[in-house]
Structure formats: C-alpha cells, structure tokens
C-alpha cells in the first residue's frame, strides 16, 4: 500500500513503519507503544495535542486541511456561540505574530506537511516534514508551553526529542534526495506574551541522536513483529501502565508516591 496525506497516521501505516513519534513512544514504555500499535490503547486526546494540530494547520495547512480540521474539532474549539474559547483566540493571535517574523516564515515557506519513507539500520520509516525546501533545508515547527526545559539536566531540545526528530528526518530526506540538510525548528509559546525563536540543532546532536536511534531501533522492530515480549516501564505517569497494572504486594508508605519502578 503506497504512503499519502490520508493514511499516514492509520494502524495500517503504523504497523509498516517506525515513525519519530513511535520510536519515543517505545523509549518511554515498550509496553504502551505496542499497545497504541496493536489498538488496545489509545492516548488521550490532550488540549496541547490539539492546540498543537490547530497551529500547524494555521500556519502550513492548505486552505482546504484547514476547514476540514476546524470542522473537525469545532466542538473543542469554540463555544456554543461561535466564539473561540480563550486559549484557541491565543493560538490565532499568536500566528499572526508568527506572519510578522520574516525570516521564521522563510523557514514555513517550504512545501508543508511533506511525506517521504526510507530506513534506518534496516527498519522501514516513515516521515512527514512541516516545511521542506528541496537542497535548501527542512524546519518543524513547535507550539509549547514555554522554552524552558522541564528538566534541570537536559536541555529543552533533547528533553523532547527534537533531536531525535532532526535526525530521522535529515537520514531519510538523504536517502532520498542525497542532500543533508540543516534542520530548524519555529518556536512559539503559549504564554500571555508568546516567545518566538527559530533554532538550528547543530549536525554533531543530530549525529549523536542518529546514532541513538540506529541502536536502539532494531529492538523496538524486534518487538514489533512480535518476536520479543514488550516490558513495561511502571512508571507513575505511564498512562498504559498505570491503567493495567495489577497489584501484587504492599509498599513500603515511605515509598508512596514514589516512582514506582524497582529495579530487579
Ligand atoms: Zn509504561
């Protein structure tokens, strides 16, 4: 079945290919990601999730995906009386100030929500780039909290794969095309005064997380065809896990609350 606009995100293409969203899943909970692969669980649909898809489409969305994810998600976007609730009118503003920013939109003005597939040590994946420029460049683009990282000992970039993301897209965009390109990603926060940033991550990160991927990958493949069992992370905000989870002793009360993880 050959990759497009409409079926990329189904269980179908999901199954085929590894994707950058797929492999963070099997980083954080093995467990989960098969689960999410195999439908027995779905994620919840978040309000940052959402926000998240609403900006994207405002910014490098056709005119026509546009009406069709607002007719989509009309419910959660506006109320009763037509009016956007009040973090959706925050969205609409704040990419209008992203418009102002000429050399952000250089870097949206690429062709938008661009889908290519290669490999990577062996396993198949699957792409789909905000804003890519043929030679030029590829550059993804962030609605977040804030650009601070919610980790003392990561920076913000790695602390949510960012990296990672860079990585895969470069390798399978060289594959190809054979052009390594400088990857961006445009920042915009969701504060009452967004802060907006473009930003390279540099080729030795992209490097670095390539090669994390590359080892880490054919693991997460292994799992996929069903040829390992999945383990689970049991850790307290693992979604899956705490949801399956089965009680098997009493703890220790200092250690309530506690991650929950043991290793053995
Ligand atoms: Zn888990």
């Not at 607002?70 to 990419?95: C, H, M, R, S, W």
């Not at 390594?180 to 990603?185: E, G, K, S, V």
């Not at 098997?248 to 609350?257: Q, R």
Request: aromatic share 10%.
């Amino acid at each position: 079945m050959k990759i497009t606009q409409k079926n990329y995100y189904s269980s179908e293409m999901n199954k085929q290919y590894m994707s950058v969203s797929q492999f963070k899943d099997f980083c954080k909970c093995e467990a989960m990601a098969m689960a999410k692969i195999n439908g027995t669980y779905q994620q919840p649909k978040s309000r940052a999730l959402l926000l998240g898809s609403l900006f994207d489409e405002l910014l490098t969305g056709t005119e026509k995906s546009q009406s069709v994810f607002i007719e989509e998600n009309k419910q959660e976007l506006f109320k009763k009386n037509g009016e956007p609730y009040a973090d959706v009118a925050q969205a609409y503003e704040t990419v209008e100030k992203v418009k102002q920013q000429p050399l952000m939109m250089k870097y949206l003005s690429g062709q938008t929500q661009k889908i290519m597939t290669g490999e990577i040590a062996g396993v198949p994946f699957k792409i789909k780039i905000d804003s890519y420029k043929a030679g030029k460049f590829l550059c993804d683009l962030k609605y977040m909290a804030s650009l601070r990282s919610p980790n003392l000992f990561d920076s913000m970039v790695k602390y949510w794969g960012y990296d990672i993301q860079g990585a895969v897209y470069q390798e399978i965009v060289y594959q190809n095309t054979n052009k390594r390109l400088p990857f961006f990603l445009c920042i915009a926060t969701k504060e009452t005064i967004p802060h907006l940033e473009l930003c390279e991550i540099k080729q030795y990160d992209l490097d670095e997380a390539l090669s994390n991927v590359e080892k880490k990958v054919q693991r997460f493949q292994a799992l996929k065809n069903g040829e390992i069992e999945p383990e689970r992370c049991e850790e307290y905000d693992c979604l899956y896990c705490t949801a399956t989870r089965i009680i098997t002793e009493a703890i220790d009360s200092n250690m309530l609350g506690m991650t929950r993880k043991i290793e053995d």
